[in-house]
Structures are given as structure tokens and as C-alpha cells.
């Protein structure tokens, strides 16, 4: 048998020269990459028409393993940069993988300009509550009461709540589900990938190494179980109500899917209605 | 009273902030400072310092807040390495204008790109025109004691300007080495409460960091390069008396078996540990070579630097950064210009050694001392080069 007939259908999407990767062992970054890959084969879009955008973080490495132009950008810029290659490239599918200390922290103010721009990329964005590359500091999301290098006795600052984050800063799709919810993780991806404007999908992960370890949260594989006892899927629900707390309960679901004109849309429109056929539109002859 | 033990470089600066009663402390989480605030914030939680910790969501942010706190005559403190000491670059400038006495560590680490989390000194060379008062660590002992020299120096109300500690990363901040540990009582006998010079008071209102005309900036501009410039009294003052009251001597450039010296290294930073190292080496072999550590790098320390050198005809550079398409060594170009319009000069030879972590061994200061032996025989000196390059 040649080494090819062993293939898993993933690997022509990832730079297997360079594994292994570094996540650890019950990572959830790992599975995020998976359904991504998935999700490519299932949306049927051209592969060469996509770039994967990231930023600094454990999950900031997925640009490094993507084998589709990628660029791995500095911390917190991954939104910028993405938002310059879809400006200057509208027939592109532009796609940012990061996390959340990356996106929501040092990267928050690039994320709710995006989503109230609507800025034609799709967010998915890699939960695992806290800072895990740099050691475990207290991180934009991280639950009140959880521990953190940074919070020896436990979180006092309120987390955010993403999906209420990006569907009030104008996203026109938002869902969340955790690395349990492999089908419907994998299906918003194929969503967003078909889905014009600014996308979100937050991925809830475990971090065993460093967030679970210090909160006593178990291995890879009982966050999972936590995740499947602890999750209630209810699309459509009101995002104001998808606090996370401690030990408690996660709701997951595909929140929010509306259309409004992307950046470039309303842009093409406003100049047009004030230019008429004086405006010609950036890059000329592409689809936007 | 002190306790000989051994720590990270990073716990012994963040013992040493504790040590020192720091109000504030601002960071945002970045390798290889990390476990400095990590200590810290250990140590605010346990009640062993009473301070606030504030985990901001950048280093932009953290720079900010500290001037924010400092205004208010706050003890303030944070730490940042690398990419974090970039993003602060705007606010950088803006505390020595505001003459606010900030102390940061900076565990020194490449600049991206490539993205590399590894030592080199491409971070604080970056920021060599900001205004503060920067001086470098050899080893975790240094390290300790320049963090509580730096808050006495910062905060002396004819100074009154902020200080970066620059120690390298990863080679220092995560290595364990024995220390002495001062107590409480020694180092508030060297430390004076903060008296700040400028506050914010609602009693005696004052507007911190408006406008500055084309009448007036320049005058701004001469009196914060007069006030740097002249911080160099009270920095040899404040580390003489730090010797006496500690019994560990600092000077703004220090020398290693340099008296006989017939060529002379010029190192900034951990590796001078290693460059020391070398000279034994040689001089086990009769060979005279003798080590110049540049300790203080803002001010520049021209007149020590002129008494280290003397009459030796030759003098290597060691730099661990480039400058890109200029002179090449920022330490080197700045050493030579230094020496422009002396009638005694050395001949300067360039090197850059350590990029991105990439390590140096005792062979390449071998090859380091070859060149400079060379340059004495024949009066010739070399293009800079980067020693370690693979072909
Ligand atoms: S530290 Fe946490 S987030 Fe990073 S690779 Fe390991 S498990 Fe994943």
C-alpha cells in the first residue's frame, strides 16, 4: 500500500511537513482546524480563493498550518490585516482564526469597528478562556471566580459574552458552539463560508494544559463530557442571555442571521447615488 | 539583612517591586516577561504587597494606565517585552515629557518578523530615542538590584523621569541563579516614600499634556534632553550610594581585566557574563583582552566610556540588533561617533552576535578577539559582520 491510500482527507489541506504541531494532547484548537477543513470540502468553494488569517496565541498557529496563503499577523491584528486583503481582493474568502485574548482583548477594538462596518470576513474565533501561550493570565472572557496566573484567587472582572459582543457591534451572523458540537461547529463554518458580510462563530475549546489544570477542570476528554452535559442548544436565542459562568451552564446555537450591505456594498452604493458613473469601483471588474 | 537564594531573574524583580511598595502595576501578558507579573500579582493577591494589579488589554493600555497613575503620584510600576514594548512606543515618549517616574522592565526579545520569541536587544534599540533613563543587567543579582535603584533614580526630584531595566530574555527571566535578598527595612532606608515633584491635586490644579505650539515645543525639547543629560549626576550619586548601603558597586560602564587590555570588547547585557568567560580564556593563553561592559545606555555615559578606553588602539563592539541599511551596530555607531572629534580614538570593529536567540558561544568571542588582534597588527578594520551568519 502506497503512503497515499492512507491519507485522511484533512491532510492535503494542512503543511504536514511541518507536524507536528505544538497544541497538546486534548487541545481543542486541533479539532477547530478539523472542522474548518470539513467545513472547506462540504461549502464546495475554491480553496484558492481562501486566506486564513491569524494572529499571536496557541491559536494563532493555524495560519502556520493551512495550506492556503495564510498570514500570521501580530497580536490582536488579524482583523485589520484580513480586512486589508478583503479591501484591496473582494473576490477572496477571508477567514480569521484566533483566539480570544488575540481578538476580543488587544484585538477588541478592531473587532466591533469590523462587525459595525461589516466588513466582508468571517470571525471564528477560539474560546478557551484565558491567555494559554503566554501561561494563563486573566483573559477578556474569563469566567468571574476562575483562576489565573493573574488572578491567584479567582476572577473579579465581568467576561464578555460574544455573541451579544458581536451581534450589538452589527454582525450579520453569530452563533456559538463548543469542540463537542463537531457537526454544528462544522455546519457555521459552512454558513458563514456562504455567507456575505461580518460573520462570527465563536468555538468554545478546552485548554487542558493550562486553563482546566488550574481550575480543576480535568483532561481533554472530560471537558468534552462537560461539554455535552453542560451545553443546551437553543438557536435563536436572545444573546444577551448567553453568560458563561463557572461550572454552569453553556448555551449554544446559532443566534443570529441577517443581511445588511457589507462595508464595500454600502460603499459602492453611497458613492454611486453622489457620483454616478464617475464612480468605478475598486478593483475594477472584480466580484465583490 | 539579606537571604542568599536562588530565583528566576523575573521573581527577583518582582520580589524586588514588592520590596520597593509599588502602588500600581499595569501589564499585559507577554513572553518572556511573564512571570514577572505573574509574581506580582501572586503577590497583591496574598497581601504581601498593597498594591492594585491591573491586567489591561495591551501593552498600550498598560503604558497608559501608568501614566495615568503616576500622575497621581502613584509608585508605578509594569513590565513588557519586545512586540509589547513597540505597541507602547506612542506612549513611551509622553511620560518623560509629563516628567513622570515610571520603572519598567524590559525582558529584552527580538522584534518580529519572522515572529520570534527568542533574546536579542532589537527591542529597547527601537526605543533608543524615548526620553527615559535605560540601563542593562548582567544577571538575575543585577537585575534585583537595578529594579530598586531605578525607583530611588526615577523618582529623585531632580530626575524625576521614568527608567527602563533591561535585562535579557529568556537567558536571564527564565534562568535560576542565586541572589541576596534585602529586607524590608534596607531597602525602605535606601528608598524614600514617593514624593512626587508634579501631581494631579484637586487642591492645586494642575493640566498634564496639552498642546505644546511651535512657541513653545522646542523649549520642551531642550529641557528634556538638559534634564536626560543631567540625570547623569544624581544616576552615579544614586548607585554610589546604593553600594554603600547594598555593598554591590554599579557604575554606568564597568570593566573586565581592562588595565592592561591591548584590545578591548564592548559588550551591553547578559552575554558580558560570557564575554568574561572568554577574556579568562585568553588571558590563560598570555593574550591581553580586556572586557567593557556598557551598563548605562540613556544617558550616554561619554566621559566614562572615554576613561575606559584611554589609549587602546582597538575596540570591538559587540551589538545585538541592526540597524537596517544605516551604520549597521546602534551601540557601535553611537561608540564611534562618540569618539568622532578626539584626538585619541580607537579603531572601532563591528559585530553583531545573538540574533533571535541564536546562542554565542565562548568561540565566537574567539573569533571576535581574532579580528580585533587582527585589526592591531595591521591597522586594517573589517566590514561589520554578523558573527555566527551560516552560509
Ligand atoms: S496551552 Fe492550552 S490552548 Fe495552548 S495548545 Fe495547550 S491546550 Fe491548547
Known amino acids: ?288 | 539583612m539579606e537571604t542568599r537564594t536562588g530565583m528566576e531573574a523575573s521573581i527577583a524583580i518582582a520580589e524586588a517591586v514588592c520590596l520597593c511598595d509599588a502602588d500600581i502595576v499595569a501589564a499585559y501578558p507577554i513572553t518572556p516577561q511573564t512571570h514577572i507579573v505573574e509574581h506580582l500579582s501572586e503577590l497583591v493577591a496574598d497581601g504581601k504587597l498593597h498594591a492594585n494589579f491591573v491586567p489591561v488589554e495591551s501593552e498600550h493600555s498598560a503604558m497608559s494606565v501608568c501614566c495615568g497613575t503616576s500622575a497621581v503620584g502613584a509608585r508605578t510600576y509594569t513590565a513588557t517585552a519586545s512586540q509589547g514594548l513597540a505597541l507602547m512606543h506612542e506612549i513611551l515618549f509622553i511620560a518623560p515629557a509629563l516628567r513622570l517616574p515610571i520603572v519598567m522592565s524590559v525582558a529584552n526579545r527580538s522584534l518580529s518578523g519572522p515572529i520570534s520569541i527568542w533574546n536579542d536587544h532589537s527591542d529597547v534599540m527601537a526605543e533608543r530615542d524615548i526620553g527615559w533613563v535605560q540601563i542593562f543587567a548582567e544577571n538575575a543579582q543585577q537585575a534585583l538590584d537595578l529594579t530598586i535603584w531605578a525607583f530611588r533614580l526615577a523618582e529623585d526630584r531632580r530626575v524625576s523621569l521614568p527608567v527602563m531595566v533591561n535585562f535579557d530574555g529568556f537567558i536571564l527571566s527564565h534562568t535560576i541563579e542565586p541572589v541576596l535578598m534585602p529586607d524590608k527595612e534596607t531597602v525602605q532606608a535606601y528608598l524614600p516614600p514617593f514624593e512626587p515633584l508634579l501631581r494631579l491635586d484637586v487642591d492645586a490644579p494642575v493640566s498634564m499634556g496639552p498642546v505644546g505650539i511651535p512657541d513653545i515645543y522646542t523649549e520642551t525639547h531642550h529641557v528634556q534632553q538638559v534634564l536626560l543629560t543631567d540625570a547623569y549626576g544624581p544616576i552615579v550619586e544614586t548607585l554610589d550610594a546604593f553600594g554603600k548601603h547594598f555593598g554591590r558597586e554599579y557604575k554606568p560602564v564597568e570593566t573586565y581585566r581592562a588595565d592592561d587590555a591591548e584590545v578591548l570588547l564592548l559588550t551591553m547585557g547578559a552575554l558580558g557574563e560570557t564575554a568574561m568567560e572568554a577574556v579568562d580564556l585568553r588571558r590563560e593563553r598570555g593574550q591581553k583582552v580586556g572586557l567593557l561592559r556598557l551598563r548605562l545606555w540613556r544617558p550616554f555615559p561619554f566621559e566614562d566610556l572615554y576613561r575606559a578606553v584611554g589609549r587602546r588602539p582597538v575596540l570591538g563592539v559587540m551589538d545585538r540588533a541592526i540597524s537596517y541599511g544605516g551604520p549597521y551596530g546602534p551601540v557601535a555607531s553611537e561608540i564611534k561617533a562618540a569618539f568622532y572629534h578626539r584626538e585619541q580614538r580607537p579603531r572601532v570593529v563591528e559585530f553583531v552576535a545573538g540574533l533571535g536567540g541564536r546562542d554565542v558561544p565562548i568561540s565566537d568571542f574567539d573569533t571576535m578577539f581574532d579580528a580585533l588582534f587582527d585589526t592591531l597588527e595591521t591597522g586594517r578594520v573589517p566590514e561589520p559582520r554578523l558573527v555566527g551568519l551560516r552560509e
Open chain 1, 1 to 288: 500500500m502506497s503512503q497515499g491510500e492512507h491519507r485522511n482527507p484533512v491532510e492535503s489541506f494542512l503543511r504536514m511537513d511541518r507536524m507536528p504541531h505544538i497544541w497538546c494532547p486534548g487541545c481543542g484548537i486541533g479539532i477547530v482546524v478539523n472542522c474548518f477543513v470539513r467545513a472547506l470540502l462540504k461549502s464546495k468553494i475554491d480553496v484558492d480563493s481562501v486566506s486564513v488569517v491569524s494572529g499571536i496565541g496557541c491559536t494563532g498557529r493555524i495560519a502556520g498550518y493551512f495550506k492556503v496563503d495564510s498570514f500570521h499577523t501580530t497580536h490582536g491584528r488579524p482583523i485589520p490585516f484580513a480586512t486589508g486583503l478583503k479591501t484591496a481582493r473582494p473576490d477572496m474568502n477571508i477567514v480569521v482564526l484566533s483566539g480570544e485574548g488575540d481578538l476580543i482583548a488587544i484585538g477588541g477594538n478592531h473587532f466591533i469597528h469590523a462587525a459595525r462596518r461589516n466588513v466582508d470576513i468571517k470571525v471564528i474565533c477560539v474560546n478557551n478562556f484565558t491567555y494559554a501561550m503566554t501561561g494563563g493570565q486573566v483573559g477578556p472572557t474569563a469566567p468571574l471566580h476562575s483562576i489565573a496566573t493573574t488572578a491567584p484567587y479567582g476572577s473579579h472582572e465581568r467576561p464578555f459574552n460574544l455573541p451579544f459582543l458581536a451581534e450589538s457591534s452589527g454582525a450579520t451572523y453569530v452563533a456559538r458552539w463548543t469542540t463537542y458540537h463537531v457537526r454544528q461547529l462544522t455546519k457555521a463554518m459552512v454558513d458563514v463560508l456562504n455567507k456575505p458580510g461580518f460573520c462570527f462563530v465563536e468555538a468554545i475549546a478546552p485548554c487542558p494544559t493550562i486553563y482546566q489544570r488550574r481550575n480543576r477542570m480535568g483532561d481533554g476528554l472530560e471537558m468534552m463530557r462537560f461539554y455535552r452535559e453542560h451545553s443546551r442548544i437553543a438557536n435563536g436565542a436572545d444573546t444577551r442571555s448567553l453568560d458563561i459562568e463557572m461550572g454552569g451552564e453553556i448555551v449554544v446555537g446559532k443566534f443570529i442571521d441577517r443581511d445588511r450591505p457589507t462595508y464595500l456594498e454600502a460603499m459602492d452604493e453611497e458613492l454611486s447615488k453622489r457620483l454616478g458613473n464617475r464612480y468605478v469601483p475598486y478593483p475594477t471588474g472584480v466580484k465583490r
